[in-house]
């Protein structure tokens, strides 16, 4: 046990919530029902190309105006997963106020991309046309290009300008069923498997208004990843299984990113960083992460002349989800989900009036350190906290994710101003079954530039305007014979002139 970090059991006061309820029987390997629905209509989870589609109070509204281009795609793909009967279902209440003759209103499944048009190569098309009343056809483009009519168009018992509900279902054994106010329009057998994104698309002119929309699939993540352990003891990291990087500096003095002695302890410390993070390498699903934060300088420092010597501390978030392990622009706003730990509070970025908690004790007032746990099972996201020199975490917020189990690389980011270390990170995979590799132990010696000791760093100006210098220094040591070292930024110093020097 590391020096200096548990000592007794002080309890956390917190904001508590009624979690049993939430609590999963079972992990099933990153199960998710992923529900897509008019809470949803953003962005985040659909493509909206040509910025025409509309969305007004939950609802989809496609205007007479409508081009072939103008389409509404859902961003995730739906995928075969040996758990689930059901490939694809989607419903909503569609009303046409305009169908022109020839033009079909379509409801895409098997998509290769968010960019895709009507009779793209692989797409299964339930097509709305009004010749002769409407009617309701199905038709699969191969990848040769051609076209195979699976249903015939035929009346589905839709109106102009009158609501219907509809419903199409997709199996995991290739079968498709489209319903229209309860009633089988069709079942049929498909030649492909309908794996891929779905799509609102028409061929132009069609004016139509979608709501009441559910679109639900299943996903069952299991990526391939590694345990971590990490208290960079040895004065390192370990680069086999972590990425660390800051892009950009606050404006006192000293300032860096690095692993330094702190309380007789090695710790990542962050002095005067303006936007840093620790990340994975590896991507996971159904995890826990806990870690340590050992110092906590919340309080604005000043030198005798006045000059900002530390600049307190904001905010620190852990994303979940993210796209790449390394980014060189300040990217946690698009991962899947954003837990922020800012002031007394702890809350979720996607939804941060239900996922919200209240801190009796805050660690930002009172500078005081403190341990933080996240845990994902099964889209139900767990928040524990406890000062660091306790024993055991406290819930302070649980909830479950609509979009279901995020798949992908986890981050500790400090977004803004940041004086805080972080020491004693640790990741566990909970999958059921889980795909863990063990991997060589890859040093990389996160340590400042000879001469440039963060103590030492003087503050400079050129024409009164602030510039950046970056230095990056690793020093990446292989663990063991036929082992290539990781290269990556672990160390990023903003040196600046002399006022006087300047001038």
Same mark, same amino acid.
């Given at each position: 046990m590391k020096r200096g970090k548990r000592i007794a059991s002080v309890l956390l006061a917190a904001a508590l919530l009624s979690v049993s309820a939430l609590t999963p029987m079972e992990i099933k390997a990153g199960n998710s029902e992923i529900i897509l629905d008019g809470e949803t209509l953003t962005t985040s989870a659909w493509a909206n190309p040509e910025k025409d589609v509309v969305v007004e109070e939950q609802k989809l509204v496609f205007p007479e105006e409508s081009t072939d281009y103008t389409r509404f795609i859902a961003k995730s793909p739906m995928k075969i997963e040996e758990l689930s009967s059901t490939l694809v279902s989607l419903s909503a209440r569609v009303k046409f106020s305009k169908l022109p003759q020839g033009k079909n209103f379509i409801l895409a499944f098997g998509m290769t991309s968010i960019e895709g048009v009507p009779g793209d190569a692989g797409n299964i098309e339930v097509a709305f046309t009004g010749d002769g009343g409407i009617?309701?056809?199905?038709?699969?483009?191969?990848?040769?290009?051609?076209?195979?009519?699976?249903?015939?168009?035929?009346?589905?018992?839709?109106?102009?300008?009158?609501?219907?509900?509809?419903?199409?279902?997709?199996?995991?054994?290739?079968?498709?069923?489209?319903?229209?106010?309860?009633?089988?329009?069709?079942?049929?057998?498909?030649?492909?498997?309908?794996?891929?994104?779905?799509?609102?698309?028409?061929?132009?002119?069609?004016?139509?208004?979608?709501?009441?929309?559910?679109?639900?699939?299943?996903?069952?993540?299991?990526?391939?990843?590694?345990?971590?352990?990490?208290?960079?003891?040895?004065?390192?990291?370990?680069?086999?299984?972590?990425?660390?990087?800051?892009?950009?500096?606050?404006?006192?003095?000293?300032?860096?990113?690095?692993?330094?002695?702190?309380?007789?302890?090695?710790?990542?410390?962050?002095?005067?960083?303006?936007?840093?993070? =620790?990340g994975t390498l590896y991507q996971y699903s159904n995890f826990e992460m806990t870690f340590d934060v050992p110092y906590v300088g919340v309080e604005k420092e000043y030198k005798e002349d006045?000059?900002?010597?530390?600049?307190?501390?904001?905010?620190?978030?852990?994303?979940?989800?993210?796209?790449?392990?390394?980014?060189?622009?300040?990217?946690?706003?698009?991962?899947?989900?954003?837990?922020?730990?800012?002031?007394?509070?702890?809350?979720?970025?996607?939804?941060?009036?239900?996922? @919200?908690?209240?801190?009796?004790?805050?660690?930002?007032?009172?500078?005081?350190?403190?341990?933080?746990?996240?845990?994902?099972?099964?889209? =139900?996201?767990?928040?524990?906290?406890?000062?660091?020199?306790?024993?055991?975490?406290?819930?302070?917020?649980?909830?479950?994710?609509?979009?279901?189990?995020?798949?992908?690389?986890? @981050?500790?980011?400090?977004?803004?101003?940041?004086?805080?270390?972080?020491?004693?990170?640790?990741?566990?995979?909970?999958?059921?079954?889980?795909?863990?590799?063990?991997?060589?132990?890859?040093?990389?010696?996160?340590?400042?530039?000879?001469?440039?000791?963060?103590?030492?760093?003087?503050?400079?100006?050129a024409d009164k305007k602030q510039e950046r210098s970056n230095r990056y220094l690793l020093i990446p040591v292989t663990a063991g014979a036929g082992v290539s070292a990781l290269v990556i930024t672990a160390l990023i110093l903003r040196v600046k002139k002399k006022e006087s020097e300047a001038k």
């Open positions: 009617k309701a056809g199905i038709t699969v483009y191969n990848e040769d290009g051609t076209a195979q009519v699976i249903v015939a168009p035929k009346s589905c018992g839709i109106s102009l300008n009158k609501a219907a509900n509809i419903k199409a279902v997709i199996t995991t054994d290739k079968k498709i069923q489209l319903t229209v106010n309860g009633s089988t329009v069709c079942s049929e057998t498909l030649p492909v498997s309908g794996e891929g994104r779905f799509g609102f698309l028409q061929t132009g002119g069609c004016a139509a208004e979608i709501s009441n929309i559910e679109l639900v699939h299943y996903e069952y993540a299991r990526p391939e990843n590694t345990n971590i352990s990490e208290d960079f003891e040895d004065g390192a990291m370990d680069i086999s299984k972590l990425t660390a990087k800051m892009l950009w500096t606050a404006l006192g003095d000293p300032m860096g990113q690095y692993v330094t002695e702190y309380n007789g302890s090695q710790v990542l410390m962050h002095v005067n960083t303006g936007c840093a993070y =620790i006045g000059t900002a010597e530390k600049l307190g501390f904001d905010k620190l978030m852990v994303t979940l989800g993210g796209e790449k392990a390394d980014w060189d622009t300040s990217k946690w706003d698009i991962s899947a989900e954003v837990i922020v730990l800012e002031n007394g509070t702890v809350y979720s970025n996607s939804n941060r009036e239900a996922n @919200h908690a209240i801190l009796e004790k805050n660690p930002f007032a009172e500078g005081k350190p403190f341990s933080m746990q996240v845990k994902m099972v099964d889209s =139900i996201m767990t928040i524990g906290m406890k000062w660091l020199e306790e024993e055991n975490f406290q819930t302070v917020l649980q909830y479950k994710l609509k979009g279901g189990t995020p798949t992908g690389h986890l @981050h500790i980011w400090a977004p803004q101003t940041a004086n805080f270390a972080i020491d004693n990170l640790k990741i566990t995979n909970l999958d059921e079954n889980a795909k863990i590799i063990e991997t060589e132990y890859v040093s990389g010696k996160i340590v400042v530039p000879e001469g440039n000791a963060p103590e030492e760093l003087e503050r400079i100006y």
